[in-house]
């Protein structure tokens, strides 16, 4: 297990392309202390894992959330298994995506890729389906 505990590839993709946008859009001190905030947060998750709020609204079942330390805009999403260890999904800005629903249809909008997507694409877009009951 690296500093990371156990993570999902979908998570390592996530810090990769924030890092990208944080160094071409903020410069690279903020890259910097953005990842040094996320190594702080999850060494706090690893100790505290039941400190998240669980997401009744994603799935697997046990998906929690929880804000970055000095960064609170971003999210870490993870799971506690049986054996109480913590697997890390994602980490992605709390303004990222906008679940909306049209015409009785699910739609998440995402601002960085600059569309709208069907409900049945979320989880090849997230790895983490969206489970809204909408009357």
Request: with cysteine; hydrophobic share 40%.
């Amino acid at each position: 297990m690296n500093r990371f505990g156990s993570k999902r590839p979908r998570f390592l993709l996530d810090l990769a392309e924030e890092l990208a946008w944080l160094r071409d859009n903020a410069g690279a001190e903020v890259a910097e202390r953005w990842y040094g905030a996320l190594r702080e947060t999850i060494h706090f998750i690893k100790r505290n894992p039941r400190v998240g709020r669980k997401r009744e609204d994603l799935t697997p079942a046990g998906i929690r959330c929880w804000r970055m330390q000095r960064f609170p805009r971003w999210l870490i999403f993870y799971a506690v298994t049986d054996k109480n260890k913590v697997v890390f999904y994602r980490v992605r800005s709390g303004t990222m995506n906008l679940v909306v629903m049209k015409n009785g249809v699910l739609m998440l909008f995402c601002p960085a890729a600059r569309g709208t997507f069907h409900r049945r694409n979320l989880n090849l877009l997230c790895g983490i389906d969206i489970v809204r009951r909408c009357p």
